[in-house]
């Protein structure tokens, strides 16, 4: 068994499914780790960064805030000027605010700015606005501005909001704040601080370009590193199960030869039953049952072996007509039928052909059959109807049987299980039938599925691809 890295490639479909199921398991597990690790990156990266966005704005806020009360006097001043130079003129107070503090304060420290950090507001990225204490709008400074009304707020911190591109920190203003309780300020007016966040969202848009990138190099790696993971953890499981089968088979092959001794000397005894003791006539018709039985049994076994020992040959398989296999082996199952007065219906379509192993394929259908008919009380129905899907064709075998129960319908399938609570133990049966049907059906890349409920019956699905 060759195995490359990342490589499926196993002669049990049963183990290439747990490959695959373990596999999906572990990138499950750590596309959620990553993706928690991620989300949680990216969250401490932009809390941190728009919080150093905010106390930059909150310091040019409180430098800002210094210049408030000399701007509300001269501002007072300057509109009290206007109003008597021309008393007819509209109240228009947009028109009589100064767009540049610097018309009503010229010099606060000496040196022409606004007396706050930044230089240089004229900058295509922040905005500095003063208003008084009911909202009114007395000067500004910079080039970006929210279009949206100061909303007030008494907040000490200060209140932050989003408008697009742009950032913007509302700060109150209290006459007193340097002297006297807390209880004793008087509201000022207001500082606006606004400021493009457009550099921080490129930040941040890199970093989650670089996050994602990363993520996917990791999960890359990660789906790497679990193939192999998957494929050592699996690979001594296969061997033994391998081996377990090799054994099988070369002890069901070992034991044909005994079995087909032993029978030949029943037979030979069977036929002159003048030559056995009257007493031990019931005993070797035991020993011929249990050696029809246990020849039965090696040959499943082998057929299991020969199904399962290496995936279906390509040149094994032939166009098949699928009508045809299944009405010979409706017909071979009609003796079977009658003596339990139990009604055959056909319902299968014609023209559709599979590539498959004819023999094989009669195995199949007549395991189901017989194990519907086996299990239907007299005066029952068994039906056999097949249709397209997609490319696919879906056959199914239907009974009005005594059905099983919900529990035993994942176990089914396995070898020699019996569920005694839900169906009556068949003279004879070994419980390999549905066991056989299912690794042909797998052999042809089909599946078989089952649908079943109590005292109403049992649905067998048998699903295969067509040429």
């Known amino acids: 068994m060759a195995w490359g890295i990342g490589s499926t490639k196993t002669s049990n479909p049963q183990f290439r499914a747990l490959h695959w199921r373990l596999l999906l398991s572990y990138l499950g597990v750590m596309v959620a780790i990553l993706g928690a690790s991620t989300v949680t990156v990216y969250e401490f990266f932009a809390q941190s960064l728009y919080q150093q966005f905010d106390n930059q704005l909150m310091t040019l806020a409180q430098a800002a805030a210094h210049s408030l009360g ?11 000027e206007e109003e008597d130079d021309d008393k007819e003129e509209d109240d228009d107070d947009e028109r009589k605010i100064p767009k540049n503090p610097l018309q009503i304060l010229p010099r606060l420290d000496g040196d022409g700015d606004l007396d706050i950090p930044w230089q240089n507001l004229r900058q295509p990225q922040q905005g500095v606005e003063w208003f008084n204490e009911s909202g009114k709008l007395l000067a ?3 080039t970006r501005f929210p279009t949206g009304n100061l909303v007030p707020t008494s907040q000490v911190a200060g209140k932050t909001t989003r408008e697009q591109e742009l950032r913007s920190l509302t700060l109150p203003v209290f ?20 400021q493009s966040t ?15 990138m990363g993520g996917t190099i ?3 790696l990660a789906g790497i590193g679990g193939m192999w993971l998957t494929r050592q953890a699996l690979e001594p499981i296969e061997n033994s199960f391998e081996q377990l089968k090799q054994f099988t088979a070369d002890a069901s092959h070992e034991l044909r030869s005994p079995l087909t001794a032993i029978k030949t000397c029943i037979s ?13 006539t019931k005993k070797v018709a035991a020993i011929a049952s249990a050696t029809n039985q246990m020849t039965n049994l090696v040959e499943d076994l082998l057929l299991l072996a020969r199904i399962e020992g290496a995936a279906a040959n390509i040149h094994d398989l032939s166009p098949i007509p699928l009508a045809e296999i299944i009405e010979d082996v409706i017909e071979c ?25 004819a023999p094989q394929l009669i195995r199949l259908f007549t395991n189901l059959l017989a194990n519907a008919i086996q299990y239907t009380a007299e005066g029952g129905q068994v039906t056999l109807s097949s249709h397209r899907i997609a490319n696919a064709v879906m056959v199914s075998v239907e009974d009005t049987g005594i059905g099983i129960a919900p529990q035993d319908l994942a176990y089914v399938f396995d070898r020699f299980w019996r569920a005694d609570k ?17 690794t042909i059906a797998q052999s042809h890349q089909g599946k078989i599925t089952v649908t079943s409920q109590l005292g109403v019956g049992t649905c067998f699905r048998v699903r295969l691809p067509l040429i």
């Open 70 to 80: 000399a701007i509300k006097y001269k501002y007072d001043h300057h509109h009290d």
């Open 140 to 142: 500004k400074e910079g």
């Open 175 to 194: 006459d007193g704040e340097f002297y006297g309780e807390k209880d004793e300020r008087e509201l000022a007016g207001y500082v606006r601080i606004s």
């Open 198 to 212: 457009v550099n921080l969202d490129l930040e941040l848009n890199r970093l989650c370009w670089g996050l994602g």
């Open 218 to 220: 990791t999960l890359a």
């Open 268 to 280: 030979v005894m069977q036929s002159h039953p003048e030559r056995i003791h009257p007493a031990d």
């Open 333 to 357: 199952a009609i003796p079977q039928a009658e003596s339990k007065q139990i009604t055959l219906n056909s319902q299968v379509i014609s023209g559709i052909v599979v590539m498959g192993n």
């Open 422 to 438: 839900a169906r009556a133990r068949r003279q004879g049966g070994l419980g390999m039938g549905l066991a056989i049907a299912q």
